[in-house]
């Protein structure tokens, strides 16, 4: 299967670990050495409309695709150590962090 770059961006990423919605692609990381593509680039969600920016990008390497598919793509992506998944509470928890 061919996939270009504009195909890749209009697929839909969800991760089959906890079947929660990622987003769509924004970019991709290639290793110039070995013309392989090493991993794919979700932006993160905005917070409150864009007012307080947006949460941080989301890296999923190469080797945790399950399955790309016609409208998406599957991972198994591990979520981050502190246990943030990037929803809810962004306001509170910025504010608390101050």
């Given at each position: 299967?061919?996939?270009?770059?504009?195909?890749?961006?209009s697929?839909f990423?969800?991760?089959?670990?906890?079947?929660?919605?990622?987003?769509?692609?924004?970019d991709?990381?290639?290793?110039?050495?070995?013309?392989?593509?090493?991993?794919?680039?979700i932006?993160?969600?905005?917070?409150?409309?864009?007012?307080?920016?947006?949460?941080?990008?989301?890296?999923?390497?190469?080797?945790?695709?399950?399955?790309?598919?016609?409208?998406?793509?599957?991972?198994?992506?591990?979520?981050?150590a502190?246990?943030?998944?990037?929803?809810?509470?962004?306001?509170?928890?910025?504010?608390?962090?101050?």
């Amino acid at each position: 299967m061919f996939c270009r770059l504009g195909d890749l961006r209009s697929k839909f990423v969800i991760n089959v670990r906890n079947g929660g919605k990622l987003g769509y692609v924004s970019d991709v990381e290639i290793d110039t050495a070995t013309a392989a593509v090493t991993s794919l680039i979700i932006r993160g969600r905005l917070r409150l409309f864009g007012l307080l920016g947006r949460a941080e990008d989301i890296v999923v390497q190469w080797a945790d695709i399950e399955v790309i598919g016609e409208d998406t793509i599957l991972v198994n992506h591990t979520l981050p150590a502190d246990g943030s998944t990037g929803k809810g509470g962004g306001l509170f928890r910025i504010l608390s962090e101050d």
